[in-house]
């Protein structure tokens, strides 16, 4: 059974405890603990079952045995909560003057009383928040790295001359968590009139070829075959990177990933990923994407038709042995397709109403509960990193992405509801992870949990975050 959100009370007494059944009133505003019963919201938000609290043990559960919680005596005063997820659980402060609206008046002022749930949460959120000295000192150690290294590519290369830099990643979505230590940098390079060809059934993988035999200067890559081979670049690109950083302090370049179509740059404490990219203009995105990018009930048709007007990018990365092939293309020589600049401009402008989490307009929680959920997955793999390698923060993101198309309103993700939002978004994940499918929000063919066709690792994450959710999130303290 799924559990209730934190601050949610199980319905049956601790053990050794008498069930109450006279009514009482609290005899002053201090003595109210008043408890919200899990009604199904009004915006069209499936209800979650309920769960006891008790501890249960699995192979994820905290090896320190676990405190018993100690309820009071539910109270038994005429519930009358207003209609609307928004209004649930609010309750007069002691010291406040409570009105039927379930709203605290303060000074003359009517604002709403955050649930208990929340409150858990939002002190998370508030753990990892980053500093705004070291986002600006990280940021700044970056930027000038990165642009001595555009600056040395685009001067020392014919090749990689009209180069560019396109900032990606979590930290330029503002989705990133704890620390300023990973930085993603696309370098960027633009392509006219080419051919695309699927190298896989699911449509995230390409070969590439020019159209007419341009003349381009990219033409030194080019096969006898026409492709143009994504590893021969990658090699060079990795080369001049390297030339640039040979007389920079306290950088170093990593040693490369089998199929990473990044170089991996420790600058001191940060780790800074560049990629290489083609920038593709193309009348159209790939007819693979033709099903996915479902945002007209969320973001509305205009926006999506701007967004589809933009280039689409390609980078050199690869899955299973670099010499597997295809038609004569080699796998190390196609290209994986990426939306990441959409998704960025999609976090940032992630409301159905334009003043969405902006100044004097609503707050959604929608970012917060990705960071939660980012959070969570990360601390569980540091706790079982082999039996949960095979799952990402992206993973986390594309979750979000379909959890926004389905519950498309701002109303639905309030932030005064994000213990309910974030609980929902759990369900979400585990739904996927039950079903082994978790499709690209562009290319909805490509399955994200591929990788992890282990049945028993999905099962065994599932148990992990059950575990979490009926024991009050341990992990997050």
């Not at 000295?133 to 001067?155: P, Y």
């Not at 994504?230 to 950083?245: D, G, Q, S």
């Not at 960025?344 to 003043?355: V, W």
């Amino acid at each position: 059974m799924m559990p209730k959100s934190i601050g949610a009370r199980a319905k049956s007494p601790p053990p050794g405890r008498a069930k109450k059944t006279t009514p009482q009133r609290a005899t002053s505003p201090n003595a109210s603990t008043r408890r919200v019963k899990d009604t199904a919201p009004s915006n069209g938000t499936p209800r979650r079952p309920s769960a006891s609290l008790e501890t249960k043990s699995h192979p994820c559960a905290k090896k320190t045995p676990a405190k018993p919680t100690h309820h009071k005596a539910p109270k038994t005063t005429p519930d009358k909560r207003p209609e609307g997820p928004e209004k649930r659980g609010s309750q007069a402060a002691a010291t406040d003057s409570p009105s039927p609206s379930g709203s605290v008046k303060k000074g003359g002022v009517r604002c709403k009383k955050i649930p208990s749930g929340n409150k858990v949460l939002l002190g998370v959120l508030e753990s990892l928040k980053i500093s705004k000295q070291a986002r600006s000192e990280a940021t700044d150690k970056v930027n000038d790295v990165v642009d001595c290294i555009l600056k040395h590519v685009k001067t020392s290369s014919e090749c990689f001359q009209d180069i560019a830099k396109l900032p990606t990643g979590s930290y330029y979505e503002n989705v990133k968590i704890s620390e300023p230590d990973e930085f993603d940098i696309m370098l960027t390079v633009p392509v006219h009139r080419v051919q695309l060809e699927q190298f896989d059934s699911d449509g995230a993988f390409y070969s590439v070829s020019f159209k007419r035999n341009p003349k381009t200067p990219l033409a030194n890559f080019v096969l006898k075959d026409g492709t143009l081979s994504a590893h021969n670049m990658l090699v060079e690109f990795r080369k001049h990177v390297i030339e640039a950083t040979t007389l920079m302090k306290d950088v170093q370049v990593e040693r490369k990933k089998k199929g990473c179509p990044a170089v991996t740059l420790q600058v001191k404490e940060i780790s800074v990923d560049i990629v290489l990219g083609l920038e593709v203009h193309s009348m159209s995105w790939p007819a693979m994407t033709k099903d996915g990018f479902n945002i007209v009930d969320w973001l509305g048709t205009k926006v999506k038709k701007d967004f589809k007007l933009k280039p689409f990018y390609l980078v050199p990365k690869y899955v299973g042995k670099g010499w597997d092939e295809k038609e004569g293309v080699h796998a190390r020589d196609a290209w994986r397709i990426s939306f990441s600049h959409i998704e960025k401009g999609i976090l940032k402008n992630h409301g159905s109403a334009k003043t969405c989490c902006e100044s004097g307009g609503s707050k959604c929680c929608r970012k917060q509960c990705l960071k939660l959920l980012k959070h969570l997955l990360n601390e569980l793999k540091q706790e079982h990193p082999k039996e949960l390698s095979k799952f990402f923060s992206y993973q986390a993101k594309t979750v979000l992405l379909h959890g926004c198309v389905k519950r498309p309103n701002d109303s639905q993700w309030e932030l005064a509801n994000l213990d309910d939002c974030f609980q929902q978004l759990l369900d979400d994940f585990i739904r996927h992870l039950e079903t082994g499918s978790l499709p690209h929000f562009f290319v909805p063919t490509y399955n994200l949990l591929e990788s992890c066709s282990d049945s028993k690792k999905r099962e065994f994450l599932i148990d992990c975050i059950n575990s979490e959710r009926n024991n009050m999130f341990p992990i997050f303290k």
